[in-house]
């Protein structure tokens, strides 16, 4: 019912400005593409940052952390935050485009998990590295050398601590807006962009700090992390970066 209101709602507005019936579906279409993709890649981010205690235990071997289980997880969790079945996803209704790109964001999740599994199960060691925006980087990654697709893991200059994550100059100015205290912090409240002449619409979706992001990302700042980055002192809620989209809609 939410995606139908939100491509009956774009649809009026286009209209009002004059745009043909056809070009507003594609971009509409596009949008929710992004949106569906947006939070599927964060969803796996979720997954991961849920399983860290797991994954850094150095008592044990194998984890059963594969990607079969982090699969069974992700879809779990997709499906409650998206409202959409992986497992079914021909009858799910959602664009023809996200029925294509969709799975090969679960395979480039998965194969993630599955290049890190001599990690995860190495015993006698502790921290891994293994985390949410390491995950994030390298599916997101791998999707793109598959489909061409932009999409990536993005935050801003004080924030960042992978150079591949550097956001441009839109990002940037969507990632203000989120910022602000007025911003909602619960829900999946994207914001779009038309870029191009309108051949490209630019999706971007929020991550905001969760209390477990606090034990890298919190106080005290200045103190090395786990990691070994500098803490930087946030509190939870605050922004932490974005999931950034780009699908052609021409």
Excluded at 100 to 128: R, S, W
Excluded at 134 to 158: C, E, I, M, P, S
Excluded at 174 to 200: C, H, Q
Aim: hydrophobic letters at 35%; glycine letters at 10%; one cysteine or more.
């Amino acid at each position: 019912m939410k995606r139908q209101f939100l491509f009956l709602a774009l649809l009026g507005v286009f209209a009002a400005i004059g745009f043909a019936p056809s070009t507003v579906r594609a971009e509409s279409e596009a949008i929710e593409t992004g949106r569906l993709l947006a939070i599927l890649l964060d969803s796996g981010r979720v997954v991961v940052g849920a399983n860290q205690s797991l994954i850094n235990d150095p008592d044990k071997g194998d984890k059963n952390f594969n990607p079969d289980t982090f699969e069974k997880q992700l879809t779990a969790k997709y499906k409650d935050r998206a409202k959409v079945d992986l497992d079914n996803l021909k009858s799910e209704k959602v664009p023809e485009l996200a029925k294509k790109l969709l799975p090969q964001l679960v395979e480039a999740e998965k194969k993630t998990v599955a290049d890190y599994q001599p990690v995860i199960n190495k015993q006698g060691v502790g921290f891994k590295g293994f985390i949410p925006a390491t995950f994030g980087t390298q599916a997101a990654a791998k999707f793109v050398a598959k489909t061409g697709v932009y999409l990536k893991q993005t935050t801003t200059d004080n924030l960042l601590r992978n150079p591949k994550n550097k956001a441009d100059e839109f990002e940037v100015a969507v990632m203000k807006r989120f910022a602000e205290p007025s911003y909602p912090r619960t829900g999946e409240k994207i914001i779009t962009e038309a870029t191009d002449g309108g051949k490209t619409m630019r999706v971007m979706l929020p991550l905001y700090y969760g209390k477990g992001c606090l034990g890298c990302h919190g106080d005290p700042k200045g103190e090395k992390d786990i990691s070994g980055y500098m803490k930087e002192g946030k509190k939870e809620g605050e922004l932490g970066g974005a999931i950034s989209v780009q699908i052609a809609s021409k």
